[in-house]
């Protein structure tokens, strides 16, 4: 079974940037192959130790908020573990380990879960930490983020993985060049 340095080590040396948003096969295969077992495990609760220190906390936010979305792209486990990724997101913010964070590039995966939800209370509380400590392209993806759930209520992109109808408004949304994210 993979340990947090592994899973950092994948994601931020073995991993290339450009492949991190990227919807692609072998991307996706790769995690799949390497880590859909830690992934089912974390998403049952089996890692909660795990977040007991920055390091490890942080491994565990790319297993529960990034790994299930590739895992499973388009399907609702995608999403199974953004409720867990979203509560050791505020106690890392609480914590101060994502202030402290020094390598800029790691940043980002510690909030990336305010991105993801789809309660707007938690979209502002995002904004100002996106925008303290990130960069200014990951703090524009923030803010489209935002206002799509300060539109909608919920992401629509993910309606069909969710089984959840689209609205008429919802539909002519998802035809516009990158409604999807």
Excluded: K
Aim: glycine share 8%.
């Amino acid at each position: 079974m993979p340990i947090p340095e592994e899973v950092l080590r994948f994601w931020f040396e073995e991993t290339p940037a450009a492949a991190w948003f990227r919807p692609g096969a072998e991307g996706d295969r790769a995690v799949r192959e390497r880590f859909t077992g830690l992934t089912e495990q974390a998403q049952a609760g089996g890692l909660e130790a795990w977040g007991e220190s920055a390091p490890d906390a942080l491994a565990l936010l790319l297993v529960l908020d990034q790994f299930p979305r590739q895992i499973w792209r388009d399907q609702a486990r995608a999403f199974a573990g953004d409720g867990q990724a979203l509560a050791l997101t505020l106690r890392a913010v609480e914590a101060g380990w994502v202030a402290a964070e020094p390598a800029p590039e790691r940043r980002p995966f510690w909030l990336m879960p305010l991105m993801h939800s789809e309660d707007l209370a938690l979209q502002e509380l995002g904004l100002p930490l996106f925008e303290r400590h990130t960069d200014a392209r990951t703090t524009e993806f923030a803010r489209r983020h935002h206002a799509v759930i300060a539109r909608f209520g919920r992401f629509p992109h993910r309606n069909q993985a969710l089984g959840r109808p689209s609205t008429s408004e919802e539909a002519a949304f998802l035809q516009q060049p990158g409604s999807r994210f």
